[in-house]
């Protein structure tokens, strides 16, 4: 019996030391972008110019989150107060990062636009969303300088999508809705 009890003591003792010498180890990192962006609020920019074409945007989002570097992120711009951060297919990182910021020129674009639901449209092509985007909004016409374009290159939603006007004068931001079919 003692020689039982001898054996099961040490195959017990032996058995938790190799069982915690498999787990032991430093937590691994998760490779996401919220790992890297601590600081959200990018403060206030002077206009649209610095939101339109993401460069004051990327460079300010880099300065308040050191780590970041600008091939890991791409821009997708929701409205004029707010972007998502997503990863490129250059960065092994993944999720997505809501940012806010605020722009002190007015958004003199929203003036013209009274439509923003395009309803129904045949697909989310650029070319297809601002044709919709003109027809419900003829008003826009109006714009001295018009330069009026889907401003995100990619599609982050397939039901949603921002529009700017890029014109010297009235220049904005709205988000347009609509559905594909």
């Known amino acids: 019996m003692k020689k039982i009890l001898s054996i099961l ?31 959200t609020d990018l403060g206030e920019f002077e206009n649209f110019r610095s939101l339109i074409g993401n460069v004051d945007i990327e460079e300010r989002l880099m300065e308040l989150n050191e780590d970041l570097e600008n091939w890991y992120f791409s821009l997708y711009i929701i409205d004029d ?14 999720g997505m990062v809501k940012v806010t910021f605020t722009i002190k020129q007015e958004n003199e674009f929203k003036n013209y636009v009274t439509q923003t639901n395009l309803g129904n449209i045949e697909n989310n092509e650029k070319k297809t969303i601002i044709n919709k985007f003109k027809e419900l909004n003829p008003q826009i016409d109006d714009l001295e300088s018009p330069y009026i374009t889907v401003e995100n290159e990619f599609n982050l939603f397939e039901d949603s999508q921002t529009i700017s006007n890029r014109g010297f004068d009235q220049p904005g ?7 594909v079919g």
């Open 173 to 179: 931001i709205v988000s347009v809705t609509f559905t």
């Open 9 to 39: 003591g040490s195959t017990l003792l032996a058995v938790p030391g190799t069982t915690s010498t498999i787990s032991c180890g430093p937590p691994k990192k998760e490779n996401k972008l919220e790992n890297l962006i601590k600081v």
């Open 81 to 94: 107060s707010s972007a998502y951060v997503v990863p490129t297919s250059l960065s092994n990182k993944t």
